[in-house]
């Protein structure tokens, strides 16, 4: 049983909408897969250095259910 | 009664569907459970029938026998008018020449309503119970286009002194009822391993002109008992007794083995296949030659002793899903320890309902808290929540429980709503969002590879699931589960 101190931190705040179409989601290697290809793109964007007009704003980005290749959408503030 | 002969067949699921077109020319019947082709409508209380199942299952260009299981017929209280009407519905799309149907019960009502035990439970063996029993045989059967058999049930608790013997009562049904039987070889065996009657004394009793059909299945031992839990090939000795008994049987029309499709990985093709051919020989050895009319017996029943069936079923179902219940029969019950086996298989079933619905939310509380607290919550769930026949049903009355009593664990709140979206979206088409106050990328990630979640950054998100086409989840969300 871990304690109190070894739960999971929580760190600085962003804001991001992910759309994950039902056939992804109820699928558990589906959306592993999903989510490891998300990361992938916002772990890109931060190992960049970032768009400070970027982080400023909603980003979202949307998972296709065929391919699980995710797409960045602007999304409105 | 003028009934097909059918032959060897398999109690169907899905994932069948390998070993039967392996095995074709071995299978000629398909045993149909009804309730894995009702629906539940969107936005309704009805049920339907799942078109595109029923094609599917046509498709196999198989006779199909239509296998109740949700509509018992030894209980006081009689099957359901919905229901009865789809099982009618059913077994007519399926052209059944009959219907089979558990001599059990499993719905009581009580001052908080209608509810069910989660579990074929054992009817009251005693002149009342016959009487409760044969009207509840006749109810359903006015219902049907089919003729009725009645199936002979597993019983986990020790018999009584005041009970008629097993093969008796089912005679009594059966012959005042003017119905068949299906005679459930594995469940009568399984009795005399629980310290029941003996299969052959059983044989003897009951009307054998009235046996259309027979189970065939395997179990395994647990906590001193055998269980019918179709986890297997039938048993050699089982099968030696079932070759004695089958040449008996005048009016055999059907054999069917039943396997649970979570045992399916167990049993190889050629193990399917020998124990195919093994049903083959037995069906072989059937007696047509002595083929008769079924003709009813005049009966004297013995006088009736208490409790009555109403007092029985309402304490065994209380027991069962653990409902306050003070009574003398309730104290001499929780002696029984058939009672605890019965709880436990109704709990796993339970449990089972949950982790598959709740999957994230069930992962990040074992994670979390570790397995025992999760087994602590639902234990406690399940003292206030009878069983529902419905996996969603029985998850969002979980997620519920798990919203009023707020149990410490981290981000449950957020993995909780997004679970419960995910079967929403995924039962009704309709689009959901779910708000996270923490990334639930690595936080999701961690649970679906099964680890406790490290870092999690604090923000503002969101996840919105939108419906696209999975008519197979959607069907397997809808469906109702029964365990029997």
Known sequence: ?77 | MNLPELGVGLNWFPELDSVLKANKELVDVLEVEPQSLWRRQKDAEGLVIDQAALAALRRYQLPMLAHSVALPVGGTLPPSGDEATQLSMVSEKLSSPWVSEHLSFNRVADESGDWQSGFLLPPRQTTSGVEAAVASVRALSVRLPVPLAIETGVNYLRPRTEDLPDGEFVALVADQADCGILLDLHNVWTNERNSRQPLADYIDQIPLERVWEIHLAGGHGHRGFWLDSHSGAVPPELMELATRIVPRLPNLKAIVFELFPSYFPRISFSEFRTQLEALHRLWARRNTACSMKTAKTCTVLPADAHPSPLEWERTLAELTVHKPCSSPLADEMRKDPGLAIIREMVEKFRGSMVVRTLRLSSRLIMLERGPAYLEQLLAEFWKTHPPQPFAFDEASAFASFLREHKPYVPFLPEVLAYDCAVLAVALDGEERCVPFGADPLPLLRALGAGRRPAEVAKGTYEIRLTPDLVEAETRALSVMDVIH
């Open chain 1, 1 to 77: 049983m871990p304690t109190a101190k070894e739960r999971p931190r929580k760190a600085a705040a962003t804001s991001i909408r992910l759309t994950l179409p039902i056939s992804v989601a109820r699928d558990l290697e589906k959306f592993q897969q999903a989510l490891a290809n998300v990361a992938v793109i916002v772990g890109a964007v931060h190992l960049a250095g970032g768009d400070k007009s970027l982080r400023s704003r909603t980003r979202e980005f949307v998972i296709d259910a065929a391919s699980l290749k995710v797409k960045e959408a602007v999304a409105e503030q």
